[in-house]
């Protein structure tokens, strides 16, 4: 079956705009994340969605950063009013239920000048 | 503070060795602990997933280990090839199925 999908592969967009980043998770899986990835770091974690419940929204960097995931499946995160230390490689993931492996996406490449 | 080390950014070998790759942590309690292969431009595959009352899991050329008591966990690859040449990652899950927290992953170069 298809994988996680994600939304544009690249953007390039100038400081100060909004952009939205698309994922499309796995059909079934509950269990939705973002992480980030700067060159040289590691994945960071930005926002975990669970089913109907409230999402952890406890690694979103600042209020600039949102997120939202409508019917239980698509999800949009929404980075307002770009700064350059926002370039970077922003991947999605999925996992069913009860699962702990996570399915990563190809990740959108971010690069705001 | 709550840290994630993976024990060198990179590591080259030649083919036929066994690659061994180790991941500490310090001031967490992981329920589990995942590791991922990583190729350059895609996201990460899962590999292996080892829980905390486990000692080792294996999969084909694929070994971990889990030391709680050390906080350390070894990751091997034995008969190594080219292919497995990548970037593999550690992930530790503090509450089973919440976000993970990654290392930064340490390339993996296997020479012929």
């Known amino acids: 079956g298809a994988g996680v999908s994600q939304s544009p592969s690249n953007k390039v967009t100038e400081k100060g705009k909004d952009v939205e980043l698309r994922c499309d998770p796995i059909s079934g899986h509950t269990a939705l994340y973002w992480y980030r990835q700067s ?5 960071e974690f930005l926002i975990y969605f669970q089913g109907n419940s409230a999402p952890d929204k406890s690694g ?8 939202e995931r409508t019917g239980g499946s698509v999800s949009t995160l929404t980075i307002q ?6 370039s970077a490689v922003y991947l999605c993931a999925s996992s069913q239920s009860g699962q702990y492996e996570q399915f990563f996406g190809p990740g959108t490449r971010l690069t705001v000048l | 503070s709550q840290k994630i080390e993976q024990n060198s950014e990179a590591l080259n070998i030649q083919e036929g060795k066994t690659a061994t790759l180790t991941c500490n942590y310090t001031n967490y309690s992981p329920a589990y602990l995942q ?17 905390e009352n486990e000692k080792e899991k294996r999969k084909e050329r694929l070994k971990v280990t889990f030391d709680t008591t ?29 976000a993970l927290i990654f290392g930064k992953g340490t390339t993996l170069s296997v020479s012929s």
């Open chain 1, 39 to 43: 060159l040289g770091q590691g994945l």
């Open chain 1, 60 to 67: 979103l960097p600042s209020d600039r950063f949102s997120a």
């Open chain 1, 81 to 86: 009013r770009t700064q350059q230390e926002d």
């Open chain 2, 35 to 51: 590791w991922y292969r990583q190729d350059p431009g895609r996201g990460p595959v899962f590999l292996l997933l080892i829980r």
């Open chain 2, 70 to 98: 050390l906080k350390q966990s070894l990751f091997h690859i034995t008969a190594s090839q080219p292919a497995d040449s990548a970037t593999y990652l550690c992930a530790l899950d503090i509450q089973a199925g919440t």
